[in-house]
C-alpha cells in the first residue's frame, strides 16, 4: 500500500476525535445516572476504564471539558468537596434533566449504531465479493 | 417529568450532530467501497436508505458537504458526467487512500461501539436496581 502512514495517522485521528465527540457525553452521563453517589472525576474515569479501552484510552484529561459542558448545560450538578489527602474534589451528579437526555440520547446512539452497522456489513461483503 | 421538551430537543439535536460528524464519513466511504460503479450523490443516498433509518433520515442534502471534504482529503475522486435527463452529475469512487482509512475508521468503530455498548449496558442494569 503506498499510503504514507502519517497521511492515516491524520484522518483516524479527526475521525476518532469526531466519533467520540458525542460518545464521550453519553457515556459520562450513563456512569453518573448508574451511580448510586456522586462521584469524582478520577473516579468516573477508573469505572469506564473498567470497560476496557474504547475512545477514552490514556485521555482521562479529555473527560474533564465534557464534564464541565455537562454541568453548563444542567445536565450535571456539581460540588466541591476537601478530600482526605490532597487537593479538594469536585463530585458531580446527574440531574433530571441529565436522565431525560441520556433517555434520548441512548435511543439515538442505539439507531445511529445499528445504521452504521447495516452499511457497513452490507458494503463489506459486497466488496469482499468483487 | 419537569422538563421542557424544548431544551430536550436542543440538547437531542447537539447529540445527533456530534454523532453523525464521523459516521456519515464512515458510512459514505463504505458504500463506496461497496460499489462496482462510480455512483453520484442520489444514489449513494438511496442505498443508504436501504438500510433504514439512521443518522441520515430525511437530510440527503447533508451528504454533500462530506462527499466534497472527502474528495478535498483525497479519499475519493469525483468527475462530472452529463445526464440524459437533467443538469450533470458528479461521480464518485473511493480512492486507495480511501481504502486504507475506511479499514482503519472501521476498527476505530468498532472499539467505540463496543465501549459505548459495554458502559451503557453495566451502567443501565445498576440504575434500574436502585
Redesign the interface.
Known sequence: ???AVT??EI??KK??K??????V???LL??L????EPMYGYLIAKR?A???????AGKQSALYPVLRNLSA?G?LDSEVEPSVAGPPRRYYRIT??GR??LE???A??T??????????E??????AK?
Chains 1, 2 share one sequence.
Open positions: 500500500m503506498a499510503v497521511e492515516l484522518h483516524l475521525f476518532e469526531e466519533l467520540s465527540a458525542g460518545s457525553s453519553l457515556v450513563a456512569v445516572a448508574g451511580a448510586e469506564l473498567d470497560g476496557g479501552e474504547g475512545v477514552l448545560a445536565l433530571a434533566l431525560a437526555v434520548q440520547w441512548t439515538s446512539w439507531t445511529t449504531r445499528d445504521f452504521v452497522d447495516s452499511v457497513l452490507r458494503n463489506t461483503s459486497r466488496g468483487s
